[in-house]
């Protein structure tokens, strides 16, 4: 699974901050940040992004 998929299913279950999320996907918590803003923005949710 790619960073940014994992990222979006660990933010849709919202047990996890981005902290915990990027430290568990080694990748910083602005660019947990920033995968969240532009799938916001995009209209791209994790029902969308497992297809």
């Not at 990748?27 to 297809?51: C, H, N």
Request: aromatic content about 4%; overall charge positive.
């Amino acid at each position: 699974m790619s960073k940014l998929r994992h990222t979006l299913q660990l933010l849709h279950r919202g047990a996890l901050s981005t902290r915990q999320i990027g430290a568990a996907l080694g990748i910083s918590k602005s660019t947990v940040s920033e995968i969240a803003s532009y799938a916001r923005v995009a209209g791209v949710d994790w029902a969308l992004a497992q297809s």
